[in-house]
């Protein structure tokens, strides 16, 4: 069925008001106005009234910033997610990075939640991995962003089961290209695949762009 905004409520052709609705973000696809969302019981009748979920590679971004993050802060891992994800500060975000235009699902949390755990804990084990092919650099020279976006790479490929290597290279290359130019992106690549190639998996990050994985 066809929707129509009247100011304050969500009403089908049929004349029923469904509810009220809330400043948040997105409607594109029931033709409102990207500000305006309904929050109601309007969402049994129509699936797609919801608020769109983060991409998979906007929360694989997301997990970059909150690694390079802590890199400076030196917090508790899971006080870094909290702290990034609680909604006041959450909001001021989405109005400077269009990452933070959707929240992350109850899914991407935990994935959030593992990786950026799984870095902090694991972060010797992987700066030996990419200090062993950075060849002619020490790891001290290599950026703090660049070094984040490895960092999550290799745990990604290590102990992430449900990612591709081939895609996490990708990304890695397509998230340090993004935040600090192409060189660093080439740089990125040629490490990541250094270390794929050394356990026998596909490495090079592809000519053309991914497609993004879908949402979880």
């Given at each position: 069925?066809?929707?129509?905004?009247?100011?304050?409520?969500?009403?089908?052709?049929?004349?029923?008001?469904?509810?009220?609705?809330?400043?948040?973000?997105?409607?594109?696809?029931?033709?409102?106005?990207?500000?305006?969302?309904?929050?109601?019981?309007?969402?049994?009748?129509?699936?797609?009234?919801?608020?769109?979920?983060?991409?998979?590679?906007?929360?694989?971004?997301?997990?970059?910033?909150?690694?390079?993050?802590?890199?400076?802060?030196?917090?508790?891992?899971?006080?870094?997610?909290?702290?990034?994800?609680?909604?006041?500060?959450?909001?001021?975000?989405?109005?400077?990075?269009?990452?933070?235009?959707?929240?992350?699902?109850?899914?991407q949390i935990?994935?959030?939640?593992?990786?950026?755990?799984?870095?902090?804990?694991?972060?010797?084990?992987?700066?030996?991995?990419?200090?062993?092919?950075?060849?002619?650099?020490?790891?001290?020279?290599?950026?703090?962003?660049?070094?984040?976006?490895?960092?999550?790479?290799?745990?990604?490929?290590?102990?992430?089961?449900?990612?591709?290597?081939?895609v996490a290279?990708?990304?890695?290359?397509?998230?340090?290209?993004?935040?600090?130019?192409?060189?660093?992106?080439?740089?990125?690549?040629?490490?990541?695949?250094?270390?794929?190639?050394?356990?026998?998996?596909?490495a090079e990050?592809?000519?053309?762009?991914?497609?993004?994985?879908?949402?979880?």
């Open positions: 069925k066809v929707l129509a905004l009247n100011k304050e409520k969500l009403i089908d052709l049929t004349g029923k008001t469904f509810g009220k609705l809330t400043v948040l973000k997105r409607g594109e696809n029931i033709g409102l106005q990207p500000s305006w969302i309904c929050q109601c019981e309007c969402v049994r009748y129509y699936p797609s009234v919801r608020q769109a979920d983060m991409t998979r590679g906007n929360a694989r971004e997301l997990a970059v910033h909150l690694i390079y993050g802590r890199s400076f802060t030196g917090e508790e891992p899971e006080q870094t997610v909290s702290t990034r994800l609680a909604k006041e500060y959450y909001n001021k975000l989405a109005q400077e990075n269009d990452v933070y235009a959707e929240r992350p699902s109850r899914n935990a994935y959030l939640d593992k990786v950026v755990s799984g870095v902090a804990n694991r972060a010797d084990d992987l700066n030996a991995e990419i200090q062993k092919y950075s060849i002619g650099w020490d790891i001290s020279r290599i950026s703090r962003l660049a070094r984040s976006v490895m960092q999550l790479a290799i745990y990604e490929i290590l102990y992430v089961e449900d990612v591709p290597t081939g290279v990708s990304e890695a290359v397509r998230v340090a290209k993004k935040y600090d130019g192409d060189d660093t992106g080439s740089f990125v690549n040629g490490i990541l695949g250094s270390f794929a190639r050394s356990l026998n998996a596909p990050a592809p000519a053309e762009a991914i497609v993004e994985e879908a949402a979880e």
